[in-house]
């Protein structure tokens, strides 16, 4: 099977980590099958200064016809509002109809507080619909911002939880290790507030749910500023968390920080037979350049993005190798309190795959 | 001078701990020449199932008559959506226009992992307006909701933020220990998606901050989602932190698990010449009635709305006697691995005043 991948950089350390996540895919070995096809497209700040679009039309027409995937760097935001430009990855999950975004987090090894967990993010509303205005009152401008939840979004991205948490569960019962023992989903709302939008989110993702399928996956739910705190103090009480579009933004943030590095972080922006692997870091300008970048997070997004494709024996592949990487511990990036540039890291793990 | 307390325990352990509020104001020193006298006022769950109303009309009208301020405990909401039941603290927000909602979190003693940040958050617009609606289409229901920014109501919270800032730093120069040495404000915001809202949020509280006043205080921005990421890993590094209501509701919480528990955070609900302090914690059903529920929040909260009402030596005295329990570490509650009951820690802090 030949896959064909379109490789976005986007600015700063994305355009050091994608070239990684390339060439991990193509070390895969021969015996998997798998070929690859790679398509270089355009998105980000430089290309909206150069273009005047943030996301050329091209790219994105290119990915729907010619693209069975595609890997996703980060792009940089202009530090204040500069007219015409909007974040080319917010249009991109629109536009595709990638209605998850799933961020496994997980800690490696013998760590103190393990944790394996999995945030299923909405991907296409909530205040991400970014339909604004401003308006002038004798007090001054103000601006409102439109929360928009629907049945149809909420339903697919708790059924799309509760086969990831069964998924999860079938990994486990074959030998996996893992500190969980019985699938659960951690349904995220802001409810006592929000009675109309995310009390649709809640009790949507509830009945979606509560389908004979998922007859063995327990659910709960958490309101999302209590959510933040338990993240903190029992990160290990969470197996799959589902949550609307901004509280599964920050969620993802958080949970980064409990494994240490945004750096090890990987993400999936999936839709129907289509999938595009992203770091969740963002384009680090600090540190663009130096060749320190972590390459974990986008490693593990391609890995990710191949789960998605229905490769899981590559990506099994992939996450076993950086796994080893990081269990050993000798070639670690900055980030994790290493020396090793982006391409020591990255050399190390091929070796391994 | 006599200051007019509402007491508002609402359900749950808010029952359990404002009585210990009421009893740290009256235990203060006569030294102090302050006297209090105290209004027992309703609302909340048991109260709406009472009397068809979370939030009497009668609470609202006597503590914008009769008080000076007041404490509030905490209110159940009901598991699902009840009708003509919503949150009583949010209305008493809006209502009493106590526009600031202002949170400090500081660890104790040789604590591994030294924090002292105040999260001052906007208390009367962003999500919190509850416009919402429900409509049907094709495709199943959806709901919207409407956040609104407004730039009256970011100014004046910068402002605060700016205020408070200096404050701590007035404080810090007359010997009091602290990891920060000058003042800093960070601005909250998610303007790389919400460019009009979060945008105005940003270039408002710039602006105000940017006074003259304010020239020697430091002033920085960030990302929500990121800013939830660095508060885990560097929470050092934040000294007052500014932000609309969601988000400075979410990162509180996410602040308060670093210091060890909830238990342990005040709020004060700040309005023009009014404060109700609130424990950050909710009414923990799961343990009232056990006398266990930490009364510290409170006592810090009642110690907070000392503070803005202009009683700083008495706000003193309660948080130094605060200080010397949790120091000491003997009669601490469970939320902090001990087995001291409420009674137990405020009669020590009591001892201590
Ligand atoms: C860059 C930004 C628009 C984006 C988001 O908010 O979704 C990022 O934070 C992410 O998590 O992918
Ligand atoms: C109970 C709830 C409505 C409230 C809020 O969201 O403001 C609480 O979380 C708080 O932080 O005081």
Redesign the pocket.
Known sequence: RTLRIGLIPGDGIGKEVIPAGRRILEALPASLGLKFEFIKLRAGFETFEQTGAALPDETVAILKSDCDGALFG??S?PSTAVKGYS?P??AL?KKLDLYA?VRPVKSVGGAANPIDMVIV?E?TEDL?VKEEKTYDTPEGKVAEAIKRISQRASSRIATMAGEIALRRQKIRSAGSPSIHTSPLVTITHKSNVLSQTDGLFRSTAREALSAGRFTSVAVEEQIVDSMVYKLFRQPEAYDVIVAP??Y??IL??GAAALVGSLGLVP?ANVGEGFAIG?P?H?SAPDIMGQNIANPIATLRSAALMLEFLNEEEAAARIYAAVDANLEEGKLLSPDLGGKATTTEVLEDILRRL
Do not use: H, K, T
Request: hydrophobic share 25%; net charge negative; with cysteine.
């Open positions: 980060a792009v935001s974040s990855i917010v999950r975004n993010r991907n991400y579009n901004l599964g933004d993802s943030d993400s992203e969740c963002g």
